[in-house]
Nanobody, 121 residues
Framework: VQLQASGGGLVQAGGSLRLSCAAS????????MGWFRQAPGKEREFVAA????????YYAASVKGRFTISRDNAKNTVYLQMNSLKPEDTGVYYC???????????????WGQGTQVTVSS
């Protein structure tokens, strides 16, 4: 599975962005998908995940209620809708694919290249 993330950019606090992650490969629909982010000088942290069917979703406490993860298996794409953005949401956002949905980055097998999100105050 190859992953290509897009949709990042510069936005003011309170604004919105929608990230997309396009996947190649016929087995996309069998993988759980996750989004992680990494701020400068910090470790990569879990943001959200969705099961292979899309029926189950999981969020970090810091984004719950503001971010929504979803997927379209017909388009081999997973999305992260980010609303009410805060400066602390700034970082490089990575999409990932794994057989098991966890909050641990090492559990995911495939990673996209990352897309930069910058939230100004």
């Amino acid at each position: 599975v190859q992953l290509q993330a897009s949709g990042g950019g510069l936005v003011q606090a309170g604004g919105s962005l929608r990230l997309s992650c396009a996947a190649s490969g016929r087995t996309f629909s069998t993988y759980g998908m996750g989004w992680f982010r990494q701020a400068p000088g910090k470790e990569r942290e879990f943001v959200a995940a969705v099961s292979w069917s899309g029926s189950s979703t999981y969020y970090a406490a810091s984004v719950k209620g503001r971010f929504t993860i979803s997927r379209d298996n017909a388009k081999n794409t997973v999305y992260l809708q980010m609303n009410s953005l805060k400066p602390e949401d700034t970082g490089v956002y990575y999409c990932s694919a794994g057989r098991e949905i966890t909050v641990v980055a090492d559990s995911y097998e495939y990673w996209g290249q990352g897309t930069q999100v910058t939230v100004s105050s």
